[in-house]
């Protein structure tokens, strides 16, 4: 009988991800998670894939399972079962380091950025030869006769420490994730320690300081927009259509190259795909060809029209973050009016980061703040509010709630981007509903 991989926790974005590469590759899938709904959950439900509930009768002996990195015996029954009767798993990222080794890998780590730079390397590989991926926003493809393997690396609790890949970018380092990482100083050590099992080469973002230090066994390569750099991006002509720019790799010029998204930190992740690309080997015409058709990933500057609002749908949940997705709406919409609504994403790193965020927030033209979204994992709550964080923003900003957003309709002119990494898609919904009321009104 074949073998079922099993998913404890299937729904989360990695695991969702990698359940349907390997269904695509033709093993048997199944898994299990709450019974609250994610928005991984539709493209499992699309490919037929079995999601039940936590219970001890999914692990037959028939299966191999693979256990999110959230659940524990003392939060989950299922775990709690394998502990207690031998049933051996692997994490996501240990299964997944192993699993690579079948393949020419491809990482791309980093503080910000991942999930956009991996789906655009993914686009292009994949559009250039057969490629399996894995992409942060609960994204993949899986090919049995692959060659190549593109996929992110996460840093969170040192999770990308069993991969050794081919080649791989680092798009930068960051304080990040302060209830695991205890300084700046421990989040580079992670990094290059991640950087030396690289074997083929390392591209790094070459004005970003910490990323200077790092040291390799991998040539190590560096893009930016500054002279000096390996690969540089010049000529940047940025409109509300996208951004076009030309690349030198070490005073060799490489042509212009176009992508349809807007923002500095895309035509860096661009640069960054064309320099590991063009070092692999691959024919740069058809890389030049498939970045401009790219059209980003989920949840990463998602875009929608509702009842003539303009409402954008963005992850950020750090202030180097929340100013490139600023950044990127103001070139797309330099006329209209920028109301940022975002919600922080844990207590520890609003501690943190309170000042920093308020610096971003403030390069909107209006903020709104949610309730800050607590972490299952965080022990300590810390001493820190929401109103903490309005009272520093340069700018007034109003505090709103699920059940009330009707302040949002104070800005007629105005593009609406909701960002952050727990719930504030639920006050977008709330907005949408809102408009779409109004205009059943007046009908």
Known sequence: ??????????????????????????????????????????????????????????????????????????????????DANGISYKRYHEFLGIFMRNFVSMGVAGA?????????????????????YLIGDGTGRGSANAKYFAFEADEYERHFMPYHPEYSIITNIDFDHPDYFTSLEDVFNAFNDYAKQVSKGVFVYGEDKELHRITANAPIYYYGFKEGNDFVAHDLLRSTTGSSFKVSFREQE??????????RHNIMNATAVIGLLYT??????????????????????????????????????????IIATLDAARQKYPSKEIVAIFQPHTFTRTIALLDEFAEALSQADAVYLAQIYGSAREVDHGDVKVEDLAAKIVKKAEIITVDNVSPLLEHPNAVYVFMGAGDIQTYEYSFERLLSNLTSNVQ
């Open 112 to 132: 910000h950025g991942k999930t956009s730079t991996t789906g655009m390397l993914a686009h292009v590989l994949s559009n250039i030869t057969d490629t399996s």
């Open 1 to 82: 009988m074949t073998k079922t991989y099993h998913f404890i926790g299937i729904k989360g974005s990695g695991m969702s991800a990698l359940a349907l590469m390997l269904h695509q590759m033709g093993h048997q899938v199944q898994g299990s998670d709450v019974e609250k709904y994610y928005f991984t959950q539709r493209g499992l439900e699309q490919a037929g894939i079995k999601i039940l509930p936590f219970d001890e009768k999914n692990l037959q002996a028939d299966v191999e399972v693979i256990a999110g990195n959230a659940f524990r015996p003392d939060n989950n029954l299922e775990i709690a079962y394998a």
């Open 280 to 321: 692999a080997g691959f024919d740069l015409t058809l890389v030049r060809e498939h970045l401009a058709t790219f059209g980003g990933v989920k949840r990463r500057f998602t875009e929608k029209m509702v009842n003539g609002a303009t409402i954008i749908d963005d992850f950020a949940h750090h202030p180097t973050e």
């Open 254 to 263: 490489l042509g212009e190259f176009k992508i349809p998204s807007f923002g």
